[in-house]
């Protein structure tokens, strides 16, 4: 599995969502890579984070804020 590999499926590993072949694999290449190893880590503290951050606690900035980067993130 190659890092781009990891990176696409992060969400996927994090939501226990991966076949078993490929949760083996994903966690294989995370076992030898620090980098990706790291970036999961990230990835998933920052979820558990943002999770806990109840919509009703957000200023109407702060909110118009995320709408607005979630719009214009860059696909593809």
Known sequence: MTC?????LVTASLDGALDP????????????CDG???YVEQIRRTAAEVGQVEPEHLSEQTRDRLIEAFRTFPRG
């Open 21 to 32: 072949e490929t949760a083996e694999r994903f966690a294989e290449h995370l076992a030898l």
């Open 36 to 38: 990706c190893a790291i």
């Open 4 to 8: 781009a590999e990891i990176v696409e």
